[in-house]
């Protein structure tokens, strides 16, 4: 579900092009379109997410498979700026409240083997935005706009019968205060470490998104140079993302985590300097393959340190800062493009990427050795009590 859902994003990416030709959408507008997205998925992350702790996981998930296919649906059939808005801000509620449920139920099913298993749902998340420009390129050209779109809401709605009979630990907290939101985590120093790792890895990707294309061609890069970058950057998160948790996972997230995106730090500094487009792709190969060994750790930090019962509403602070950081990095990083050129961007991006980093690595203070799983205060909902068999 997690491949599915993510595949919408990566459909709708593709498609801004064709909304601009076919409905005469300007391109200031396009932006914005993907901009409200991310927007809605922030605000769902902090202020729906953590219903999931308390005893709503189940209901959380579907809710947001739902809104997802509502979304998506109205961007199928919308032809014009109003109803492309409208999905796209649906669409980001749905996912923004999904996906850390998603994290809490798999999280709390089998702590033990919890790198492996965040790490899949990296891989999957990562596999199925891949998938989106792969169906548009089969779909659209044949089939038209709507078929992507109408095509991934299908496959959703496929998940719905699975969602509601897999068994799941909700939370055993009927009684006494607990916490609406997840501000609270907040005071934990692992927590705001791991949240500082989130964003020093948005910080990278925001920064490749927004410049990657356009540093290729004024480099008189070609098109096949350009579009490989994209999937060398997918393939190794795709293909090492399980192996990644479990490496955080055994040898401790707040480890891992940072040498990860001090690396990281190090080659975004080498693409300021680089000069063919061929030298930039080998730097993007060994970037990619040092993100998915180390990306993972940064999930698999929250999920060691926050506690099993706050798990959906600690995950979504993780997704909201990176939603956050993405954002704007994505705009400042082609201001700073403009301003002073790739040496600036990609200089500045690094210095602010070592920052972050080191940061979290002494914010975790003790909490750099953790290997622990959360701790276990759940309880199994019962099948029959959704599906209505004894």
């Not at 202020?47 to 296919?69: C, M, Q, S």
């Not at 509601?164 to 705001?192: C, K």
């Amino acid at each position: 579900m997690t491949a599915v859902m993510a595949s919408g994003y990566g459909v709708m990416f593709t498609v801004l092009d064709d909304f601009r030709d076919e409905y005469g959408i300007e391109a200031q507008w396009l932006g914005v379109i993907v901009g409200v997205g991310f927007f809605s998925s922030f605000l769902a992350q902090i202020f729906l997410a953590p219903v999931a702790d308390h005893g709503h996981a189940r209901k959380l998930v579907v809710a947001g498979l739902l809104l997802n296919i509502v979304g998506l649906l109205t961007m199928a059939f919308g032809e014009s700026l109003g109803p492309l808005l409208i999905g796209r801000f649906v669409s980001g509620i749905g996912i923004g409240m999904a996906f850390p449920a998603i994290r809490r139920i798999v999280i709390n099913a089998d702590p033990e083997n919890l790198g492996n298993n965040v790490g899949l749902l990296l891989s999957a998340d990562v596999a199925g935005f891949a998938a989106g420009p792969a169906l548009s390129a089969l779909m659209v050209p044949t089939l038209g706009l709507s078929a992507p779109f109408l095509t991934i809401s299908a496959l959703s709605m496929c998940c719905l019968p699975v969602v509601l009979r897999v068994p799941i630990l909700e939370s055993t907290q009927t009684e006494g205060p607990h916490a609406r939101y997840a501000f609270d985590l907040l005071r934990n120093r692992a927590m705001v470490a791991a949240l500082l790792m989130g964003s020093c890895l948005f910080l990278m990707i925001g920064t490749f998104d927004s410049l990657w294309a356009v540093v290729l061609d004024d480099l008189d890069a070609s098109e096949v140079t350009a579009n490989m970058g994209i999937t060398i950057f997918a393939l190794p998160l795709i293909l090492l993302g399980a192996y990644g948790g479990r490496l955080a996972q055994r040898v401790g997230p707040f480890r891992l985590g940072p040498l990860g995106l001090l690396l990281g730090a190090g080659f975004v500094l080498l693409y300021g300097f680089m000069p063919t487009g061929l030298t930039m792709l080998a730097v993007g190969v060994l970037n990619a393959t040092s993100d998915g060994l180390t990306a993972s750790s940064t999930a698999v930090a929250v999920g060691l340190v926050a506690p099993s019962e706050r798990q959906a509403g600690a995950q979504g602070m993780l997704g909201a800062a990176e939603t956050l950081t993405g954002g704007v990095t994505a705009v400042l990083a082609g201001v700073l493009y403009s301003a002073g050129g790739r040496v600036l961007a990609f200089s500045m991006t690094s210095a602010l990427m070592a920052i972050m980093a080191c940061s979290a690595y002494v914010l975790a203070g003790p909490e750099y050795r953790t290997r622990r799983g959360p701790e276990r205060e759940l309880s199994p909902e019962p099948v029959s009590a959704v599906t209505g068999h004894a």
